[in-house]
């Protein structure tokens, strides 16, 4: 299947601090999603990077992908409490999404 | 530009009841494509819809059945419903240019059977 696995499961970090997650997947893609998820503001699409590029960068967000090794890297640089969420990647060939578990990341104020 | 909405919000029913959700997508959206998510298993792809066709389906049974408005709106039904389906139902739309797209999440249908 087309479905990521993101690692790590749950990551707490202070305020400030970077976070880095990592996600896996098998399958040849086209381009690769990240979303995060939290109460307040529901599943937000953050960035999508194609699979002819190597990294792209989004305000504090700085996604990379490595088709060679079929896994990419989100990295949120000084977090803020607001970061607080589930994050989701989600790697595409088709029109069929698949969700992973995601990561569970926790900013302390 | 206003956001994906879906109706009810929130839904309580009785098993064995049938149910329907709605969705209207971004102005302009002509795929739809709905999620179930529960905290055991997750999101899960339920289907995708575009241009009043079901294009994509995820692993599901039969009860769960869907179909799209020519306004590019689509419902969900869920027939004879079990304790399992209680969920939050998501509603995701998108351009759908080529095959690269990013979906826009409405904020969910909670569906609590009891």
């Known amino acids: 299947s087309q479905q990521g696995e993101e690692d790590p499961q749950a990551l707490s970090i202070q305020e400030g601090e970077n976070a880095t997650m990592n996600c896996s997947y098998k399958?040849?893609?086209?381009?690769l999603q990240w979303y995060r998820q939290n109460s307040g503001r529901g599943l937000v699409h953050l960035i999508l990077?194609?699979?002819?590029?190597r990294e792209k960068h989004s305000g504090r967000l700085r996604v990379t992908l490595d088709t060679s090794k079929k896994s990419s890297s989100l990295l949120i640089t000084a977090s803020r409490a607001a970061d607080t969420a589930s994050y989701f990647c989600?790697?595409?060939?088709?029109?069929?999404?698949?969700f992973g578990t995601g990561t569970r990341l926790k900013v302390l104020a | 530009k206003a956001g994906v909405t879906q109706t009810p919000r929130y839904l309580i029913k009785t098993r064995g009841q049938q149910v329907t959700l709605s969705c209207s997508p971004i102005?302009?959206?002509?795929?739809v494509s709905w999620y179930q998510q529960t905290p055991g298993q997750g999101l899960q792809f339920l289907f995708e819809?575009?241009?009043?066709?079901?294009?994509n389906k995820g692993n599901f049974p039969g009860r769960f059945s869907g179909r799209q408005f020519s306004n590019s709106r689509s419902e969900m039904n869920v027939s004879t419903l079990e304790l399992g389906d209680s969920a939050l139902y998501l509603c995701?739309?998108?351009?759908?240019?080529?095959?690269?797209?990013?979906?826009?999440f409405g904020p969910g249908t909670r569906l609590t059977v009891t």
């Open positions: 995701a739309s998108s351009l759908a240019r080529e095959m690269v797209y990013e979906q826009y």
């Open positions: 399958t040849s893609i086209n381009n």
């Open positions: 990077i194609r699979s002819n590029e």
């Open positions: 989600v790697p595409s060939g088709t029109y069929k999404y698949i």
């Open positions: 102005s302009g959206h002509r795929s």
């Open positions: 819809y575009f241009s009043e066709t079901q294009r």
